[in-house]
């Protein structure tokens, strides 16, 4: 533990810097690193994390070396601004921020003000010569200490439902209405020091104690409720859905005031390095005259934007600080082009103009769309400022995603009742119904429904609501409001500042264009354009392949990955989608899914039902033309690519759940008595699900079964090549746990391939493998490997059993499970590498010290997962095969694999 409590910033010096996020926050490292590199920060201190940490430890009592250091520090401030804290004649007053390791938009707390007490108003009234704009920051102090620091940070939960800042804020929006007027600017004076008299005595009545008037209280009061905060309800809430760990702790930033609310020449703002809605190497951003900060990011005003580039249709007329300030502009213009140089990534600012002097507030990584990210990566490369292996590391996999996401059809979008127009704040198409609070949005999406989220604003106690919608609509803020940030961290379709809507939450009605919408209606939102519609949109699916920077990066990404990448995919279709987004072949093709249709299901009950062998082989031989034809298909969508097809794995009574209705049309159909159906199906029912008569067991009992099968795929290879066509079939022999079972299909399937060779008078390369996918089969892998050509881990089965959690219910106490901290990822979602992961290496392993050249594969569902595609390479796999839709990034995660850990 580093022994230091607390690191000053300013007058161009710094005690941290950049690398220290772990323990001066994310907040805290780069103000530190802005003051070093002579970038205009107002003079400050950051509390460390192992301060919040220990003030947890100390069960909330304050470390000694921290009152110490942070005294000495202030004094330091103090001498940096030429101002004193709590000063009757030059106060200085100061903000608290919190700042964890990660930035957590609008999660943690804010105190702002602080040190405005009975002593120093006067003074400062003096020195400014503005009474207003004293008791507006008096009257801002008091809402936002009652809050954070008296009612939030000590647990009180209010009686009647109704938080002391809603009741605040009641209050100033009665005197606005008592005056007739309906903006809080055109409050004068003594309109504002009455409410600040007003707030205190509501303070105590409602809190039972008074607000302090002691500047030191007031500070330590709001550095101890930054702490308290890190274990609010909001924080968690964010902490569990992003994965942040509930150690880390967050540091705390104590810096001077500056004020962007004294008037004409004051402003202040929020802006990003680069446009991170798109990627385009554009200064892009927002500012509001005579206002605070917190004015921009609560989305209570909506703010101009920054420069003339930037402008939209409907922002057009509103003055840009380029126009309004071009001076102040062109520094702001330079200090963008000097942190996006130092930190080489796209920044997020914050600043704010006092009387014409401009401050940097902050500067941090700023969160971007997927397609920004793509875009960003590929033009920092080329212009130089980052190398090939870092814009690789720069997107996550799963940003892929929302480029492959669907898009509201456009001949849709043109006929469509187009109800009004917002920002787009989050790109995509989101299609649901309209729901007007977090907890609805909840509830309907746990009953199945696509909901939209419909807000005036979002604060971070929507943030449940916010991640089940499909889409977030609000009528306020900007850019850089909450919703919109929090969306685009999530890449989730949003629409802001749609200020045409009428929203009334409490009657659940959404007034625009001339209609009442109500909760349940359909819309369809365009988060690319800012468009919202009436009704049902259809929806496209993604092109991926029409936007340059994607294909470039994909291209780099192709080059550097070592593991080749498959699809699991049964239909030419799918196939054909796959090789569009980059599938070399086919992993899996699960044969079961092609029996389901109509005419075929009827043969496969009859075979399923036959009581003797002759029977089931004349039914199953009625299944061989329909095989045949599904094989012909997917040879020629993957044109000479490996096609891994699987035998029949499912347990038969999958194919006769029948009603009893069903039952008997099947048995007049069949000429068989309906008694020996339910007598059959009774059988076949299993108690153990997915445990039962399935996997090669079926072929072993009906060896029929794998020689049509394997008839089916060596004739349709047969035919195509003999018209020239390549194919390269590898035939699968899944739900092996002992060497015997192989070897008893494999005989029946090369005999089949000998046959059709004989009969065509050609020969076919083709391979025999199995899946491992049950336990003991890792555990005698060497075994199995003498006559298996191939492996595929099946690592859905391979975790069921492992675990002994059945796939079939693990969904009911799975989430019980996360809850109480058992288990931090679904392990069917994520390889469990700790446990399921020691048998994939054993496989791997027993495997290969067999068959050196052992080609190895996995086509579970943890195929198109980045971390375990990541595990996959580092074990030496041949290749990881997933869903085509998960193509791209299991791509681009064995792309990051690959520079991470080369092999
Ligand atoms: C597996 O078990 O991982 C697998 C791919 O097969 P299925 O999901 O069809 O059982
Ligand atoms: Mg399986």
Known sequence: MSKKAVYFFGDGKAQGHAGMKN??????????????????????????????????????????????????????????MGKKFGSTENALLLSVRSGARTSMPGMMDTVLNIGLTSKTIPGLIRKTGDARFVYDAYRRLIMMYADVVMEKAAGIESKDGHSIREKLEAALESMKEERGITEDKDLSAEDLEQLSKQFKKMVKR????????????????????????????????????????????????????????????????????RNPATGENAFFGEWLENAQGEDVVAGTRTPSPLNKATKTPETRRMKSLEEAEPKLYAQLDRIRLKLEKHYKDMQDIEFTIEEGSLWMLQTRTGKRTGGAAIRMAVEMKKSKLIDKKTAIMRVHPNQLDELLHPMLDPKA??????????????????????????????????????????????????????????AILTAKGGMTSHAALVARGWGKCCVVGCSDLTIDAQKKTLRVDGRVLHELDWLSINGSTGQVHLGKLDVLPAQPGKNKWYKELMSWADQTRQLNVRTNAETPDDAKQAVIFGAEGIGLARTEHMFFEPERIVHMREMILAEDEETRRKAVMKLLPFQKKDFLGIFKAMAGKPVTIRLLDPPLHEFLTLTADQVTVLANKLGIDQQKIHERIR????????????????????????????????????ELTKKKVKVLPEIMVPLVGHANEFIHQE?????????????????????????????????????????????????????????????????TFLPDYFE?????????????????????????EKGRST??????????EHGGDPESVKFCHR??????????????????AAAQAAIESPR
């Open 206 to 273: 409602t809190l039972n104690t008074n607000f302090p008037d002691d500047a030191e209280k007031q500070l330590w009061g709001s550095i101890r409720a930054v702490f308290q905060s890190w274990n609010g309800r909001r924080a968690i809430a964010y902490r569990k859905i992003e994965g942040i760990p509930g150690d880390w702790g967050t540091a705390v930033n104590v810096q001077a005031m500056v004020f962007g609310n004294m008037g004409e020449g004051s402003a202040t703002g929020v802006a990003f390095t």
């Open 875 to 892: 074990i030496g796999l041949d290749y990881v095969s997933c869903s085509p839709f998960r193509v791209p990034i299991a791509r681009f």
């Open 820 to 844: 109480r901290g058992i288990l931090d990822q679904d392990p069917f979602q994520t390889l469990d590498q700790e446990g399921i992961g020691q048998l994939v290496e054993m496989g791997v």
């Open 747 to 811: 005989a029946i399937i090369r005999k089949a391939a000998r046959d059709v060779m004989k009969k065509y008078k050609i020969k076919i390369k083709y391979l025999v493998g199995t899946m491992i996918e049950i336990p003991r089969a890792c555990l005698v892998a060497d075994k199995i490997a003498v006559d298996a050509e191939f492996f595929s881990f099946g690592t859905n089965d391979l975790t069921q059993m492992g675990f002994g959690y059945s796939r079939d219910d693990a969904g």
């Open 851 to 860: 068959r050196p050249d052992l080609k190895i594969g996995i086509c579970g």
């Open 413 to 470: 979008e043109r006929n469509a009742v187009t109800l009004a127009k917002g920002l787009p704040a989050g790109p995509g198409g989101g299609v649901g119904k309209i729901v007007f609070t977090a907890d609805d949005a909840e509830r309907f999406s746990k009953e199945g429904k696509k909901v939209i989220l419909v807000r005036n604003e979002t604060s971070p106690e929507d943030v449940h609501g916010m991640h089940v919608a499909e």
């Open 683 to 718: 059988l076949l029912h299993e108690l153990n699900p997915m445990l039962g008569h399935r996997g090669c067991r079926l072929g072993i009992s009906y060896p029929e079964i794998t020689e049509m099968q394997a008839q089916a795929i060596f004739e349709a290879a047969a």
């Open 23 to 80: 323990l001066l926050g994310g907040k805290g490292a780069n103000l530190a690193e802005m003051s070093s590199l002579g970038i205009p920060v107002p003079a400050g201190y950051t509390i460390t994390t192992e301060m919040c940490t220990l003030y947890y430890e100390n069960k909330g009592r304050l470390p000694k070396a921290l009152v110490e250091e942070a005294a000495k520090a202030l004094r330091r401030v103090e001498r940096s």
